[in-house]
């Protein structure tokens, strides 16, 4: 799985800080290795960084995901979604909250 992570987002106020895209790109590698669980530490260090960039809410929601942390994955998507509400990929986003309650709701 390869999380995509634009490093910037549009506006002044949305440009990523050296210290966040030195966690983002560490969190990058280890996404690539599929070691999620480190990699999600690292997009954690992000979010801390730089917690106005809803880009990283994202793609530590997708992560926290992949290792079936759903209550985690869907806290992060919808602050992903309350910081980017017209984000192009807000119906995908608001999508995967619901396919994550499903899996949730199966392993009851």
């Known amino acids: 799985?390869?999380?995509?992570?634009?490093?910037?987002?549009?506006?002044?106020?949305?440009?990523l800080p050296e210290e966040?895209?030195?966690?983002?790109?560490?969190?990058d590698?280890?996404?690539?290795?599929?070691t999620f669980e480190e990699a999600v530490k690292e997009y954690?260090?992000?979010?801390?960084?730089?917690?106005?960039?809803?880009?990283?809410?994202?793609?530590?929601?997708?992560?926290?995901?992949e290792l079936k942390k759903y209550p985690q994955a869907i806290r992060n998507m919808n602050t992903y979604l309350n910081l980017a509400p017209e984000s192009p990929n807000a119906r995908a986003s608001k999508d995967q909250i619901y396919k994550w309650e499903f899996k949730m709701e199966k392993e009851k």
Do not use: W
């Open 29 to 34: 590698v280890l996404t690539e290795e599929g």
């Open 20 to 27: 966040a895209r030195k966690y983002v790109l560490r969190g």
């Open 44 to 65: 954690l260090q992000a979010v801390q960084a730089a917690p106005y960039i809803a880009k990283l809410y994202f793609n530590t929601a997708m992560i926290y995901g």
């Open 1 to 15: 799985m390869r999380v995509d992570i634009p490093h910037n987002e549009p506006g002044p106020a949305a440009v």
